[in-house]
């Protein structure tokens, strides 16, 4: 049996694995204020929660992608996937401050495989031109799964338990699982790819030799990491990482603390910008290959499209001064907007840089980069706004993308994209 568009069929699993991953990183964000009356912790204990996590996903993020190298993207997404889901699952069991860290940083410890597994697999089923779509697609599921997570955890939370919430997105993850492995291998080996698709694409795509297990090669990771490339990408990650984590973990706290939302409204209205969020993500990417398409250079469309993005965090500097809850929710949509543009063409950078069994490397330091930026700043959040207030939060989150579109300019010419294609 055949399967016509595969590659888009591969983009659509890429899609809801991530949707997946981020469902489960926010669940317990939604359900936070509900855990903390419950057990009797503080926005402190809560901040050193979401820490462990953190600390658990950047040091397994720098490892991430050199294990999806070493096992292929088949068996390393599958890896990945079984240990973040089944985190998920028994923090249905924690009942205290250690029980919750302890499961946080098992989810940390599988959820950064996500991103080095998907841009591999983007490398191997997508063309040059589409890979920024195909990294927007993917990408677009974390901001479908933080969208979705709020109205359903709230609803399984106030009919069964917070536990049965837990349960719930951790067994989805199983059943996508089940599916991948049937389903996945590169073009080459694909039993479910159409001859005309293959002879369409294989010319365009990661040759077989980059889609194999790095079991032979040893990658040189140390050399691989100190390239003027993979600096940029790194320091551009650990300045914007963070500010996307600060949406997904506090904005369930500030809309309760600040605007005096219940559970139900959290569910009813937080959701609201990672829609924008999800938007962008696709739009991102197929800006960058329209642009391509009408023969802007690869260096170019990227650069262009991550600038516009930047634009539009700034307006969220605003969310904590105006007058409602709705206005601060839509100062919030610019941001993730905005974070939406620059992901989907930044983390497409490592699949236009560097060949294939370099590229999971290089995606999984600079998300390292990013998670350690996110752990720090997770703690620096809750201390502040334990003692002051959610504005100098949301001004640090406004500004720290038009410093990484600096740094990306500064250090990525074009020239530096037209030598690595050459290579």
């Known amino acids: 049996m055949k399967i016509p568009r595969m590659r888009w069929i591969i983009g659509a699993m890429l899609f809801f694995a991530t949707a997946l991953n981020y469902a489960d990183r926010q669940a317990l964000a939604i359900v936070s204020h509900t855990i903390r009356v419950q057990f009797g912790m503080t926005e402190i204990d809560y901040s050193r929660i979401v820490a462990a996590f953190f600390l658990a996903y950047a040091i397994m993020y720098a490892g991430s992608g050199y294990i999806v190298d070493r096992l292929g993207t088949k068996r390393g997404f599958g890896l990945f996937i079984s240990v973040w889901s089944l985190a998920s ?15 946080r940083f098992m989810l940390g410890l599988g959820e950064p495989g996500n991103w080095p597994a998907a841009t591999k697999a983007v490398q191997e089923w997508f063309a040059p031109r589409y890979r920024a779509l195909g990294v927007g697609i993917f990408n677009a599921g974390s901001s479908v799964g933080s969208a979705l997570a709020p109205p359903i955890v709230s609803y399984l939370t106030i009919r069964y338990g917070w536990q049965f919430a837990f349960i719930g997105v951790g067994a989805a993850g199983f059943i996508w699982l089940a599916a991948w492995m049937l389903l996945y291998d590169p073009p080459h080996k694909s039993r479910w790819i159409t001859t005309e698709e293959y002879d369409r694409i294989k010319g365009e795509v990661a040759p077989p030799s980059e889609t194999l297990p790095a079991t032979a090669k040893k990658v040189a990771w140390g050399k691989v990491i100190r390239t003027r490339e993979s600096v940029a990408i790194t320091a551009a990650r ?43 993500y696709t739009l991102g990417g197929w800006l960058s290959a329209w642009l391509i398409g009408r023969g802007w250079n690869l260096g170019r469309s990227r650069k262009f ?49 560097f060949p294939g069994n370099e590229v999971g490397t290089v995606a999984g330091f600079s998300g ?12 620096g959040t809750g201390y502040v706004v334990s003692r002051f207030s959610y504005s100098p939060v949301f001004l640090a989150a406004g500004l ?24």
Not at 90 to 103: I, M, P, Q, T
């Open 368 to 379: 390292m980069g990013g998670a350690l930026a996110g752990m720090f700043a997770n703690l």
């Open 89 to 103: 699952c028994l923090h249905a069991f924690a009942r205290s401050v250690v029980g919750f860290g302890a499961c």
């Open 400 to 423: 720290m993308h038009p410093i990484g579109m600096f740094i990306i300019w500064r250090m990525l010419p074009d020239s530096r994209f037209r030598e690595r294609q050459a290579a």
């Open 238 to 280: 650990t300045l914007t990482d963070p500010v996307m984590y600060f949406v997904i973990f506090w904005l369930p706290e500030y809309l309760e603390k600040e605007r005096h939302f219940n559970l139900a409204m959290v569910g009813e209205y937080s959701w609201v910008p990672f829609v924008f969020g999800g938007v962008a």
């Open 305 to 353: 499209v991550m600038l516009l993005g930047a634009a539009c965090l700034p307006v969220a500097i605003a969310a904590p001064h105006v007058p409602g809850a709705a206005l601060a929710i839509a100062a919030t949509c610019f941001l993730t907007f905005g974070h939406g543009f620059w992901t989907s063409n930044l983390q497409a950078l490592p699949a236009d840089l």
